[in-house]
């Protein structure tokens, strides 16, 4: 059975402090995908990104980096100079293969963000 | 990205009542529609998973006969909630797949449900 693990349920720091977001993932298979969504207070979910479980390059976007390493079944997410406007829970998630039809996506219970001015 | 839109945002309706929410799929053809659940400060909790002409999957302990789910075509999908109390207030939120890429869901911006 897949699980995702985000032990940190909320983080608050200053604007331009970097931070990270752990999440741990547990899963039998071997091919899977990872995927980070936020959820800013107006509550829509946005897709942040997804990786394959055969590729373990770590990825930059802008201020946004995720390393991930199989070794530690994790996939973190870094913010970099955060700002007020990366204030939202963020939410790690994993799908396995599927026996038939879609992925499904575990979800972790979140990590509310807080970023003060 | 593929964009997902849903009506209303916001619905305040009396106990006993029922209310659809429409889910609809914007730029993409979208074969599988998911409707979840979301109580304040929890985690997503899929509720079901339904593909364009078939009838939806529920999951373990959610009432079928309580949320219908319609996914009469590859653009929409809707959920009834029929009979509402208090305890179904919540945020609703779809997500869809599209063809050929299913590894993939796009949200929705959710519904929130208040029953009195």
């Known amino acids: 059975a897949q699980k995702v693990t985000q032990a940190q349920t909320e983080i608050s720091v200053v604007e331009k402090e970097d931070v990270t977001l752990d999440c741990v993932y547990e899963?039998?298979?071997?091919?899977?995908?990872l995927f980070w969504y936020k959820q800013p207070p107006s509550g829509e979910l946005v897709f942040l990104i997804r990786?394959?479980?055969?590729?373990?390059q770590n990825e930059i976007s802008g201020r946004y980096s995720w390393n991930f390493q199989k070794s530690t079944s994790s996939f973190n997410f870094t913010i970099t100079a955060s700002q007020v406007v990366d204030s939202a829970v963020y939410f790690c998630?994993?799908?396995?293969?599927?026996?038939?039809?879609?992925?499904?996506?575990?979800f972790g219970r979140g990590t509310s963000l807080i970023v003060h001015p | 990205g593929a964009v997902v839109s849903q009506h209303p945002s916001r619905v305040i309706c009396k106990s006993g009542t029922s209310v659809k929410i429409e889910c609809r799929s914007l730029d993409f053809q979208a074969t599988t529609m998911f409707w979840y659940r979301q109580f304040p400060k929890q985690s997503l909790m899929l509720m079901a998973t339904s593909n364009e002409g078939s009838k939806a999957t529920y999951e373990q302990g959610v009432e079928k006969d309580k949320f219908l789910i319609n996914h009469a075509s590859l653009t929409l999908s809707t959920l009834t909630v029929t009979s509402a109390h208090p305890e179904d207030s919540s945020f609703y939120i779809c997500?869809?797949?599209?063809?050929?890429?299913?590894?993939?869901?796009?949200f929705g911006p959710g519904t929130r449900l208040t029953v009195l």
């Open positions: 997500s869809a797949t599209g063809t050929g890429w299913t590894d993939t869901q796009y």
């Open positions: 990786r394959n479980s055969f590729d373990e």
């Open positions: 998630a994993l799908s396995e293969l599927p026996q038939g039809g879609s992925y499904i996506p575990t």
């Open positions: 899963t039998r298979d071997t091919t899977y995908y």
